[in-house]
């Protein structure tokens, strides 16, 4: 069997909080668990949102959890390749393999591109472009051009997409009326969540995606990518999401739920074995190291629904 492949992919625009830790936890879990291998990679496609020493923190608060990578970057050293800000010639060339097969157009729009960069976690709300710049004439892209630096979309296809996930079961997107032609690069050159994030996990190997429930509905998309580059898809698993007492979903803006706040009132192993609780691992919220979990993971026992937190479990002590 082929050897598992596992990554983090954290976006490094905040402190990371219980949410992302759960996440974190689970996909170290599911590889580890299967003799697999891990490899961190840092998201920070977004100038304005992402910051290294954001990057830094995060790699302390999973060292901090126990969870280790065998590739990645390293605290306090300078973005090297295994950063998205210094991948730019892999996405330009899958870019071009794509203008090869006819498949881009530019896009003048400038309403729905500015997330591009983002994972669009489903919360933020789906929008279907109805692909107006499709069909402009070449002068009337030239025109535009003069007032405007355009985005590069990506047509779909008419096909329905189906893949079976390894915790949610079989799931499927119709391309053009539920997701639509998509961006690749933003105007101001930025490159877009989707290609990167496909482009990277091809290029790295990776054949296992453990990650939040809330990116199930861009995965038809990066199924499609994988198969118009030429890539390898790996098996995906969307878990569930976290959400408060009141039954938000987590964000990096829940302060109280940082690992910063968290750090200060736990230790590492009460963290790891509340959210193994959290995920059907533990029958009690009692401290446990990763290690001890491992030869308890399975994926039968992870809840495919979203999960509410407990009120004020985390909050005092
Ligand atoms: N970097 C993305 C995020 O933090 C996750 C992307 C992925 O796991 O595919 O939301």
């Given at each position: 069997m082929e050897k598992i492949k596992g990554r983090f992919a954290p976006s490094p625009s905040g402190r990371m909080h219980l949410g992302n830790a759960f996440c974190a936890l689970l996909a170290w879990l599911a590889c580890r668990s299967a003799g697999g291998t891990m490899t961190l990679r840092v998201e920070d496609l977004d100038p304005e949102r992402c910051r290294p020493t954001y990057a830094w923190r995060l790699m302390e608060d999973l060292e901090w959890m126990g969870l280790d990578w065998d590739q990645g970057p390293r605290p306090g050293?300078?973005?090297?390749?295994?950063?998205?800000?210094?991948r730019g010639e892999i996405y330009g060339r899958a870019l071009e393999k794509l203008r090869e097969q006819g498949l881009l157009y530019p896009c003048f729009c400038?309403?729905?591109?500015?997330?591009?960069?983002?994972?669009?976690?489903a919360a933020d709300g789906l929008f279907v472009y109805?692909?107006?710049?499709?069909?402009?004439s070449p002068e009337r892209r030239r025109e535009l051009a003069q007032k405007r630096k355009p985005a590069v979309r990506l047509q779909v296809p008419a096909e329905r997409i189906e893949f079976f996930d390894g915790c949610q079961g079989l799931c499927g997107q119709d391309l053009q009326t539920e997701c639509g032609d998509f961006i690749?690069?933003?105007?101001?050159?930025a490159w877009a969540y989707q290609l990167a994030v496909v482009c990277d996990d091809g290029a790295m190997g990776v054949n296992q995606v453990v990650r939040g429930r809330d990116l199930l509905s861009s995965t038809p998309r990066q199924l499609l990518l994988y198969r118009l580059i030429g890539l390898k898809p790996p098996q995906f698993y969307h878990i569930p999401l976290l959400l408060s007492a009141e039954g938000r979903r987590l964000s990096k803006r829940d302060g109280d739920l940082d690992l910063g706040a968290l750090r200060e009132k736990r230790t590492a192993e009460e963290l790891t074995g509340y959210l193994a609780w959290l995920a059907g691992l533990?029958?009690?919220p009692e401290p446990a190291s990763p290690g001890q979990l491992l030869p308890l993971?399975?994926?039968?026992?992870?809840?495919r629904q979203d999960i509410r937190l407990p009120k004020g479990l985390f909050a005092e002590k």
């Open positions: 050293q300078p973005p090297d390749r295994y950063w998205q800000s210094q400038t309403r729905a591109e500015l997330h591009a960069a983002q994972a669009p976690h109805d692909g107006r710049c499709r069909s402009l690749l690069r933003r105007s101001d050159g533990l029958e009690r993971f399975d994926w039968g026992k992870i809840p």
